[in-house]
């Protein structure tokens, strides 16, 4: 091993040959630079200038939110048993345990809810009057027919709503972007009022499924009651003295105890039976509002400071690449003169197009 690269610790030192090297290659670049100063300057502001007039002209675009907090758990719920019943006939009318937060963050954005929003109507002050125009028409969405143009609208609703979810706290978060900030904020309420709707809706929906079977299983519940209680009241009348004899009060013990259990079924599902009823009708609000969104003050994009300080970065660094293209461009052609006359003839035109004043 070279005593050079490692020192007497056994610690590898650095290279004085390649530290030399680096530096050259540094002192170079920036004598590059500076050479072509005015190259780099020069695309540089054009990058700049074109960043300042994009943010100028482009659309301005307002962003607001809504957040909001829903159940959990959902609408009405079967004891464990009765839902493994309703299960296998094909009823679902289980917990709704899959309505988490996520959940109705993807109820938002779905189609269903994004046309009902396209087709209804919304009140946007413009040219000093107050307008009461569909969503359709203020997004100024057209196509072919009212179906294509529907389908058009869902897609562009759909790339102007955004939500996220914080798990930790189970909150939903819904922005919507418009042109204009009263719009923007009647589509985040306006999302979440249907959304309201719909889980109000669904939790109907399932009532309705568990008051369905829950009656059809009473009425059969009712048949085992009155036949179990038929027995134990045949059984009475055929033995007087049933006390008496060990064979007969075992008999009489489980005759009592199907009764008994038929009653308890029986009793569960009328209580399930009456809830279902309730919830059927019921149509209190499923989402609890939290921050209802209000039409913004400033603008959410362009964001000019932020267009130009982008503009500038790629300008410099479009600067360095073209003035290191110059160089080579340059020095190909001073290479050229001596060795190969035919591709400095080529060259001789772009050298004299990139030379540094």
């Given amino acids: 091993m070279s005593a050079q690269g ?19 290659s540094v002192l170079q670049l920036l004598a590059v630079l500076v050479k072509r100063r005015v190259l780099v300057a020069g695309s540089t502001a054009a990058l700049v200038v ?5 943010s100028l002209l482009a659309t301005k675009w307002y962003t607001a939110s809504a957040t909001f907090v829903a159940e959990s758990s959902g609408g009405p719920q079967l004891p464990a048993g009765l839902a493994g019943l309703a299960s296998q006939v094909g009823i679902s009318v289980g917990p709704q345990g899959g309505q988490t937060p996520r959940f109705f963050a993807e ?24 307008d009461s125009l569909s969503l359709l028409s203020l997004l100024e969405v057209r196509g072919p027919s009212e179906r294509r143009r529907l389908e058009l609208g869902v897609g ?34 306006r999302l979440v009022g249907f959304l309201d709707d719909y ?35 045949e059984f009475y009348e055929r033995n007087r003295s049933w006390q008496q004899s060990p064979e007969l009060t075992f008999e009489e013990g489980r005759l009592r105890r199907e009764v008994e259990l038929q009653q308890q079924v029986f009793i569960t599902l009328n209580r399930e039976y009456e809830q279902a009823r309730l919830d059927e009708f019921n149509n209190m609000r499923t989402i609890t509002v ?18 130009v300080a982008v503009t500038l970065v790629v300008g410099l660094a479009a600067g360095v690449v073209l003035a290191l293209g110059a160089e080579m461009v340059g020095d190909a ?10 591709l400095a003839a080529l060259l001789r035109p ?8």
């Fill in 199 to 233: 889980a109000i809706s669904g939790r109907q929906t399932q009532a309705a499924a568990k008051r369905q079977f829950v009656d059809e299983r009473l009425v059969d519940s009712r048949a085992r009651l009155q036949s179990a209680e038929m027995r134990l009241k």
């Fill in 50 to 54: 074109l960043g300042v007039v994009y």
């Fill in 6 to 24: 490692v020192s007497a610790g056994g610690e590898s030192q650095p290279n004085p040959v390649e530290q030399e090297s680096a530096l050259t």
């Fill in 107 to 130: 109820v938002l954005t779905s189609r269903e809810l994004l046309e009902r929003a396209l087709v209804s109507s919304f009140s946007v002050d413009s040219a000093g009057r107050a």
């Fill in 333 to 342: 052609a001073s290479r050229g003169a001596s060795e190969r006359p035919e």
């Fill in 290 to 307: 939290i921050d209802s969104a209000v039409p913004p003050t400033q603008r959410s994009a362009p964001r000019r400071k932020a267009t």
């Fill in 350 to 357: 772009l050298a004299r197009w990139v030379r540094a004043p």
């Fill in 156 to 189: 562009r609703l759909r790339g102007l709503t955004t939500t996220q979810v914080n798990n930790q706290t189970g909150t939903v978060r819904v922005t919507a972007r418009a042109r204009n900030p009263a719009l923007a904020a009647q589509i985040a309420n």
